[in-house]
């Protein structure tokens, strides 16, 4: 199906661990954002990229590792997860178009590290 | 983030208008947004208006931008209870960054 995905949707995982959350999308769009979600703060941009091989930090990136082989995928990696780092991990697709980004966003993953 | 606020609650009654508030910081912002997300959901672009304008209308949905204030609001007119959600301002500053704000809980009574 046409459209951008996340997996998994649900993760519970301990602190100290890597996980992986992973996006993709069918739209071949430039570029792709991974947010995370939290009470309070709304959302907050961790990574972006503009294309493949090419990734940039955003707000709140500490803790968080991206690569971006393929212009569809956009794995995002927690290398030793800690408890800071439960919260709902969007991610999301665009376009930059007239000088806008119409960004198109997944179902989200919600992560608990215990 | 970084100061993007909201107020975090709105209720109005069924067939009223709602005016959801958004102050933003930077006033280089090129565009600004307004997102909706249902629970369980992703955020979805409802709208969006480039700094150069005062106004914009689409159907329901009037966008009004005060750039000296950095003041955004978003006014849905003829509110139903499928306008229940949380709704997001944010901004685009330069290069590819956005700020969201906390996002404002709109409750329609019916």
């Known amino acids: 199906d046409a459209g951008i995905t996340q997996s998994p949707r649900y993760k519970i995982t301990e602190t100290g661990r890597q996980v992986t959350l992973m996006c993709h999308q069918t739209?071949?769009?430039?570029?792709m954002f991974w947010y995370r979600q939290d009470l309070g703060h709304g959302l907050r941009l961790i990574y972006y990229?503009?294309?493949?091989?090419?990734?940039d930090k955003g707000e709140v990136p500490d803790g968080y590792v991206v690569s971006r082989s393929k212009t569809e995928n956009f794995p995002l990696t927690l290398e030793s997860a800690t408890r800071s780092q439960t919260s709902v991990y969007f991610c999301?697709?665009?376009?930059?178009?007239?000088?806008?980004?119409?960004?198109?966003f997944g179902p989200g993953t919600r992560l608990t590290v215990t | 983030g970084e100061d993007v606020e909201q107020s975090l609650f709105l209720s109005v009654r069924e067939g009223d208008s709602s005016v959801i508030n958004c102050t933003y910081t930077?006033?280089?912002?090129?565009?600004l947004y307004w997102y909706k997300q249902e629970p369980g959901a992703g955020l979805q672009l409802l709208t969006y208006i480039f700094s150069n304008m005062d106004m914009k209308q689409d159907q329901r949905l009037t966008v009004l931008l005060n750039k000296k204030d950095k003041h955004l609001s978003l006014r849905i007119a003829d509110t139903q209870t499928g306008d229940s959600a949380i709704y997001f301002c944010a901004e685009s500053r330069t290069g590819n960054q956005f700020y969201f704000g906390t996002g404002t809980s709109l409750t329609v009574i019916p």
């Open positions: 999301a697709s665009s376009e930059f178009h007239r000088g806008q980004h119409e960004q198109y």
């Open positions: 930077d006033s280089s912002s090129t565009y």
């Open positions: 990229s503009a294309a493949a091989d090419i990734t």
């Open positions: 739209w071949s769009h430039s570029y």
